[in-house]
């Protein structure tokens, strides 16, 4: 049965539109430094609401960190930043015991929190850490905490990592393991700007003016948006079509498709239709609907499924994109039938 | 049935228009197959392939199989959701009116206030949709196919096709005989359709009925000038050797089984009384009709025990009748026997010609024996079936009165399927009878040389350019030939034959009052035509016809039409009646002056009468009256 905690409080359309009204401004706070990337800052936006984590790839240079460094100002959340290097160590992310001296003269152990204890945290270029560095973090995005000389320590909610990382053919990188991507709700593809979206970034950051970001949004706030966004409904066909574009991705599957067949070796998990509907009821409200549609899990699909599909050999070895075998299933998977 | 709430009303309209939009399109793909079924039935029957009673109503009614698919698809019923689904499409509501439509089929309680919100959302949306708009009727593209199929329906219905390609002239055919139609007067056709007409109605078995059948469409080709005369003949000598090729003598047979049965069962036993007569006359249909009245008695009853004594011992006579066989089988022994004898003599030593003869008499005596034989043989078999049946009833006349009547019952019914031979085979019989009289017709129509090919042999001397023959008007007057008639043929052939015909027919001088003469290799089928006899040659001449040009018995004309022009003389004899004497006789005895017609009628319905009071034998009734058909007046 669906709460009715957002209900009883306000009536779903004034809910909705408070919504829309919330996310136009970090929007526009975020547009006033960030040019064009509005595709990457739902994307993000969608994340941060949906309780996930996103995984940004991109060649260096492209305001990454900008972005990312932006909205958290724009949210008014605690902002922290890794720069994820080959010699990273654990204990620099998640914080470690040292030796603290009280008045008396006395010695103790006292943990020192690393950068992972904020709201927001930028995993920046997450590929060039150790895979032992890595699992350190992503243990933490999944069970939202960190323990340490078994004493286990909370993260703070809302907690929103933002890793980014260069494109895997790149060297000194190491790739994330399947499983760590899986826990990444969003993988988003961050293109290069426009002719005119580049004169805007250069008349921006080669001038004098500095743009003043403003928070808008703050933690509480963030969190009733969260549970807002959980109150939405999606009806049967619209979850029996995510399902059915999920299984559509695994090779062995009645509606798998020739590209699936060939160069699929594994399809998305379970956690895929999740981030699909997710990220559809987020879309929904962002569009001042009340339920998700077979669009917003069409629009979906491609950031949420990218990331959990693995490649066989002949797919690697050819240069199969997962984004082209997605298109093909999104083609060939109609809603409704 | 979609929700027919008032905001989501607009859904029940949308269903029942993709309801209709179905129908159309399941309409028109149906179309396709019908129509092409149609087509192919149509012209399966035009080329008579295909043989049915109604061929328009078989080749027309696939044409009903696109309305029982509307039909189907304008009831059967369609998902609300579907129909929400186009909506939503169609105006980019993104999913609200399905999504809307699913929420509402939950009870009003599990509902969210998010839920309601959409489904209120949804209603909202709804009173701007235009469901014309979002469903238009949208002609189906099966339609242009319909159209195509539909105008080849039409032109293979109404394009003429030949019935049968009649069969090639040869290259050397006579161009003449070629173009000769068989004609059959109107009346003529109405006397064999109603010959026909009671044959059918005798005819009881499929092979009976096709004869009928083909003999119908002989008839029907005959009286469109459908035939030249070769096709004429050659279809009547087909329908012939079919009807032939039926075992004529199976009707025969049954008689004499039946006979041999009715004799060994007492004629004046009440019970098996009539069933007996029948049997005794051969009669299978008086003998099944006794046989049902038999079995009724005994289902229905009452009946004594002296009755049902009576009748078991009837039957078991009639199951056990035989034709003696025994003594024909010594009799065929003995002559086989002797003839072996005779046979081993002459072997050894030559026999004088008393011996010969006598051996010849002994050989045609065994074959007939032997034939009689298997004659009885047959007729045993034949009547095997019923003997079962009728040996049946008397085993069970003694325990089970219903199970005896039921024996009796399909003895009667193996006696119906018995006299539906002996009909059938009377109906052949008279069939074969009906096709020799018009084969006699046509040969008779054949020899006289019918108008039109006189005209055409005229038309054919004057165009040859031959020389006008002023002889030939004297053969009229020639000398004293055995007919004289042709007195006529010499004024017909007058030309000459200058050019002549390519091959086949020789144009005879009128001389000596002489013969149409066959060319060398004329086809003896083609003798004598033009041999209409003429008005002065009715008179006959008092000798036979003398002298005429040797060179027409010279080589044959090259059939490529190169031909020799020859010419042709009559010659005077002073022999035959001249024109005066004719004239002279006519005036003392008279010219007939009653019409033919008038004298014709009287003499047949006299002759009508003999056979109907039975004054000539059966076997020869129909020659009586193929001979009154054959010398009916002719149509003018």
């Given at each position: 049965m669906a709460s009715k905690v957002e209900a009883g409080a306000t009536a779903p359309r004034e809910s909705v539109e408070r919504f829309q009204k919330d996310l136009a401004a970090v929007r526009s706070e975020v547009g006033r430094v960030i040019v064009g990337h509005q595709g990457i800052v739902d994307g993000v936006l969608t994340c941060l609401l949906a309780g996930g984590h996103a995984l940004l790839e991109g060649v260096p240079g492209l305001g990454k960190t900008m972005l990312v460094r932006t909205l958290?100002?724009?949210?008014?959340?605690?902002?922290?930043?890794?720069?994820?290097?080959?010699?990273?160590?654990?204990?620099?992310?998640?914080?470690t015991q040292v030796i603290a001296e009280d008045e008396r003269g006395g010695k103790r152990f006292e943990f020192q929190r690393g950068p992972i204890f904020a709201n927001l945290v930028l995993a920046d270029e997450i590929n060039r850490a150790t895979p032992k560095t890595q699992s350190a973090l992503l243990e933490a995005m999944q069970e939202q905490s960190v323990t340490i000389a078994r004493k286990t320590y909370s993260l703070d909610q809302p907690f929103f990592v933002l890793a980014t990382q260069n494109p895997l053919e790149m060297e000194g990188t190491y790739p994330l393991p399947e499983a760590q991507l899986d826990r990444f709700l969003f993988k988003l593809h961050v293109p290069f700007p426009k002719r005119e979206e580049?004169?805007?970034?250069?008349?921006?950051?080669?001038?004098?003016?500095?743009?003043?970001?403003?928070?808008?949004?703050?933690?509480?706030?963030?969190?009733?948006?969260?549970?807002?966004?959980?109150?939405?409904?999606?009806?049967?066909?619209?979850?029996?079509?995510?399902?059915?574009?999920?299984?559509?991705?695994?090779?062995?599957?009645?509606?798998?498709?020739?590209?699936?067949?060939?160069?699929?070796?594994?399809?998305?998990?379970?956690?895929?239709?999740?981030?699909?509907?997710?990220?559809?009821?987020?879309?929904?409200?962002?569009?001042?609907?009340?339920?998700?549609?077979?669009?917003?899990?069409?629009?979906?699909?491609?950031?949420?499924?990218?990331?959990?599909?693995?490649?066989?050999?002949?797919?690697?070895?050819?240069?199969?994109?997962?984004?082209?075998?997605?298109?093909?299933?999104?083609?060939?998977?109609?809603?409704?039938? | 049935m979609p929700d027919a709430a008032p905001d989501l009303a607009v859904l029940a309209v949308a269903a029942r228009r993709v309801r209709w939009h179905r129908a159309l399109r399941a309409a028109a793909s149906v179309s396709v197959l019908a129509l092409a079924v149609s087509v192919a039935?149509?012209?399966?029957?035009?080329?008579?392939?295909?043989?049915?009673?109604?061929?328009?109503?078989?080749?027309?009614?696939?044409?009903?199989?696109?309305?029982?698919?509307?039909?189907?698809?304008?009831?059967?019923?369609?998902?609300?959701?579907?129909?929400?689904?186009?909506?939503?499409?169609?105006?980019?509501?993104?999913?609200?009116?399905?999504?809307?439509?699913?929420?509402?089929?939950?009870?009003?309680?599990?509902?969210?206030?998010?839920?309601?919100?959409?489904?209120?959302?949804?209603?909202?949306?709804?009173?701007?949709?235009?469901?014309?708009?979002?469903?238009p009727w949208q002609l189906p593209p099966e339609l242009r196919m319909v159209a195509v199929l539909a105008a080849l329906l039409l032109l293979v219905a109404r394009v003429p096709v030949p019935s049968r390609a009649p069969a090639r002239p040869s290259r050397l055919s006579p161009p003449v005989v070629a173009r000769d139609a068989a004609e059959l007067s109107d009346d003529d056709l109405a006397a064999f359709r109603e010959a026909v007409r009671q044959v059918e109605a005798q005819a009881r078995t499929d092979g009976a009925r096709r004869g009928v059948e083909e003999f119908n469409r002989l008839l029907d080709d005959l009286a469109h000038r459908r035939l030249d005369r070769d096709e004429a003949f050659r279809?009547?000598?087909?329908?012939?050797?079919?009807?032939?090729?039926?075992?004529?003598?199976?009707?025969?047979?049954?008689?004499?089984?039946?006979?041999?049965?009715?004799?060994?069962?007492?004629?004046?036993?009440?019970?098996?009384?009539?069933?007996?007569?029948?049997?005794?006359?051969?009669?299978?249909?008086?003998?099944?009709?006794?046989?049902?009245?038999?079995?009724?008695?005994?289902?229905?009853?009452?009946?004594?025990?002296?009755?049902?004594?009576?009748?078991?011992?009837?039957?078991?006579?009639?199951?056990?009748?035989?034709?003696?066989?025994?003594?024909?089988?010594?009799?065929?022994?003995?002559?086989?026997?002797?003839?072996?004898?005779?046979?081993?003599?002459?072997?050894?030593?030559?026999?004088?010609?008393?011996?010969?003869?006598?051996?010849?008499?002994?050989?045609?005596?065994?074959?007939?024996?032997?034939?009689?034989?298997?004659?009885?043989?047959?007729?045993?078999?034949?009547?095997?079936?019923?003997?079962?049946?009728?040996?049946?009833?008397?085993?069970?006349?003694?325990?089970?009165?219903?199970?005896?009547?039921?024996?009796?019952?399909?003895?009667?019914?193996?006696?119906?399927?018995?006299?539906?031979?002996?009909?059938?085979?009377?109906?052949?019989?008279?069939?074969?009878?009906?096709l020799e009289q018009l084969r006699e017709l046509m040969r008779q129509q054949r020899g006289q040389g019918g108008q039109r090919q006189r005209m055409r042999l005229q038309q054919f001397s004057r165009s040859a350019g031959g020389q006008q023959g002023q002889q030939g008007q004297q053969g009229q007057q020639a000398q004293p030939g055995q007919q004289g008639q042709q007195g006529q043929q010499g004024a017909l052939q007058q030309g000459g034959q200058g050019n002549g015909p390519p091959q086949g027919v020789a144009l005879v001088p009128g001389g000596s009052g002489g013969v149409p003469l066959p060319l060398p290799d004329s086809s003896p089928g083609r003798q004598g035509q033009g041999g209409q006899p003429g008005q002065q040659g009715q008179e006959p001449g008092s000798g036979a016809g003398v002298q005429h040009d040797e060179?027409?018995?010279?080589?044959?004309?090259?059939?490529?039409?190169?031909?020799?022009?020859?010419?042709?003389?009559?010659?005077?004899?002073?022999?035959?009646?001249?024109?005066?004497?004719?004239?002279?006789?006519?005036?003392?005895?008279?010219?007939?002056?009653?019409?033919?017609?008038?004298?014709?009628?009287?003499?047949?319905?006299?002759?009508?009468?003999?056979?109907?009071?039975?004054?000539v034998p059966p076997g020869f009734r129909s020659y009586v009256r193929r001979y009154f058909q054959l010398i009916r007046p002719r149509e003018k």
């Amino acid at each position: 049965m669906a709460s009715k905690v957002e209900a009883g409080a306000t009536a779903p359309r004034e809910s909705v539109e408070r919504f829309q009204k919330d996310l136009a401004a970090v929007r526009s706070e975020v547009g006033r430094v960030i040019v064009g990337h509005q595709g990457i800052v739902d994307g993000v936006l969608t994340c941060l609401l949906a309780g996930g984590h996103a995984l940004l790839e991109g060649v260096p240079g492209l305001g990454k960190t900008m972005l990312v460094r932006t909205l958290g100002r724009a949210l008014d959340l605690q902002f922290s930043r890794v720069q994820f290097t080959p010699d990273l160590m654990p204990s620099d992310i998640l914080g470690t015991q040292v030796i603290a001296e009280d008045e008396r003269g006395g010695k103790r152990f006292e943990f020192q929190r690393g950068p992972i204890f904020a709201n927001l945290v930028l995993a920046d270029e997450i590929n060039r850490a150790t895979p032992k560095t890595q699992s350190a973090l992503l243990e933490a995005m999944q069970e939202q905490s960190v323990t340490i000389a078994r004493k286990t320590y909370s993260l703070d909610q809302p907690f929103f990592v933002l890793a980014t990382q260069n494109p895997l053919e790149m060297e000194g990188t190491y790739p994330l393991p399947e499983a760590q991507l899986d826990r990444f709700l969003f993988k988003l593809h961050v293109p290069f700007p426009k002719r005119e979206e580049l004169h805007s970034i250069l008349d921006r950051t080669t001038g004098a003016a500095e743009a003043d970001v403003k928070p808008v949004l703050d933690r509480a706030r963030i969190l009733e948006l969260r549970a807002l966004t959980r109150e939405v409904p999606v009806a049967r066909s619209v979850q029996d079509y995510a399902i059915r574009l999920v299984l559509a991705t695994h090779p062995d599957e009645e509606g798998a498709t020739a590209s699936v067949k060939r160069y699929v070796r594994f399809g998305a998990s379970p956690r895929g239709a999740q981030a699909i509907l997710l990220a559809a009821k987020i879309r929904a409200v962002m569009d001042g609907r009340f339920s998700a549609s077979a669009d917003d899990v069409r629009g979906a699909v491609m950031p949420s499924l990218r990331h959990r599909m693995i490649l066989n050999f002949e797919g690697e070895a050819e240069g199969v994109k997962p984004d082209a075998v997605l298109e093909e299933i999104l083609g060939s998977i109609k809603p409704g039938a | 049935m979609p929700d027919a709430a008032p905001d989501l009303a607009v859904l029940a309209v949308a269903a029942r228009r993709v309801r209709w939009h179905r129908a159309l399109r399941a309409a028109a793909s149906v179309s396709v197959l019908a129509l092409a079924v149609s087509v192919a039935l149509v012209l399966l029957t035009r080329l008579h392939v295909l043989r049915v009673q109604h061929p328009l109503a078989l080749a027309l009614s696939p044409l009903a199989l696109p309305l029982l698919g509307a039909l189907l698809n304008a009831f059967r019923p369609v998902r609300p959701l579907d129909a929400a689904r186009r909506l939503d499409a169609h105006h980019r509501l993104h999913d609200r009116l399905g999504i809307a439509w699913q929420f509402r089929q939950r009870p009003p309680a599990e509902r969210t206030p998010f839920m309601q919100a959409a489904i209120d959302d949804a209603a909202e949306h709804a009173r701007s949709v235009d469901v014309r708009a979002a469903l238009p009727w949208q002609l189906p593209p099966e339609l242009r196919m319909v159209a195509v199929l539909a105008a080849l329906l039409l032109l293979v219905a109404r394009v003429p096709v030949p019935s049968r390609a009649p069969a090639r002239p040869s290259r050397l055919s006579p161009p003449v005989v070629a173009r000769d139609a068989a004609e059959l007067s109107d009346d003529d056709l109405a006397a064999f359709r109603e010959a026909v007409r009671q044959v059918e109605a005798q005819a009881r078995t499929d092979g009976a009925r096709r004869g009928v059948e083909e003999f119908n469409r002989l008839l029907d080709d005959l009286a469109h000038r459908r035939l030249d005369r070769d096709e004429a003949f050659r279809r009547l000598a087909a329908l012939q050797e079919s009807l032939a090729a039926q075992d004529a003598a199976a009707g025969r047979r049954v008689s004499e089984a039946l006979r041999s049965i009715g004799d060994e069962m007492n004629p004046r036993d009440a019970a098996t009384r009539r069933l007996a007569e029948a049997l005794r006359q051969g009669d299978a249909g008086a003998a099944a009709q006794a046989m049902r009245e038999m079995s009724q008695t005994l289902r229905q009853g009452p009946i004594t025990a002296q009755q049902r004594q009576q009748m078991s011992q009837a039957l078991q006579r009639a199951a056990e009748a035989r034709p003696d066989t025994e003594e024909l089988r010594r009799q065929v022994e003995q002559a086989r026997r002797e003839v072996e004898e005779m046979l081993r003599r002459q072997r050894e030593r030559a026999l004088n010609p008393q011996e010969e003869s006598l051996l010849r008499r002994r050989q045609r005596e065994s074959e007939r024996l032997t034939g009689e034989q298997q004659r009885r043989e047959e007729q045993r078999r034949e009547a095997e079936h019923l003997q079962r049946e009728i040996a049946q009833a008397a085993q069970d006349l003694a325990r089970d009165l219903q199970a005896a009547g039921a024996d009796l019952e399909r003895g009667a019914e193996e006696l119906s399927r018995m006299h539906d031979e002996q009909q059938s085979q009377r109906s052949n019989e008279e069939l074969r009878q009906q096709l020799e009289q018009l084969r006699e017709l046509m040969r008779q129509q054949r020899g006289q040389g019918g108008q039109r090919q006189r005209m055409r042999l005229q038309q054919f001397s004057r165009s040859a350019g031959g020389q006008q023959g002023q002889q030939g008007q004297q053969g009229q007057q020639a000398q004293p030939g055995q007919q004289g008639q042709q007195g006529q043929q010499g004024a017909l052939q007058q030309g000459g034959q200058g050019n002549g015909p390519p091959q086949g027919v020789a144009l005879v001088p009128g001389g000596s009052g002489g013969v149409p003469l066959p060319l060398p290799d004329s086809s003896p089928g083609r003798q004598g035509q033009g041999g209409q006899p003429g008005q002065q040659g009715q008179e006959p001449g008092s000798g036979a016809g003398v002298q005429h040009d040797e060179n027409l018995r010279g080589a044959a004309i090259d059939p490529l039409g190169r031909t020799q022009a020859v010419q042709v003389q009559g010659q005077q004899s002073g022999n035959g009646p001249s024109r005066s004497q004719v004239i002279r006789t006519a005036a003392g005895s008279g010219f007939a002056s009653r019409p033919y017609r008038e004298v014709y009628s009287p003499y047949w319905d006299r002759a009508r009468e003999v056979l109907h009071q039975g004054e000539v034998p059966p076997g020869f009734r129909s020659y009586v009256r193929r001979y009154f058909q054959l010398i009916r007046p002719r149509e003018k």
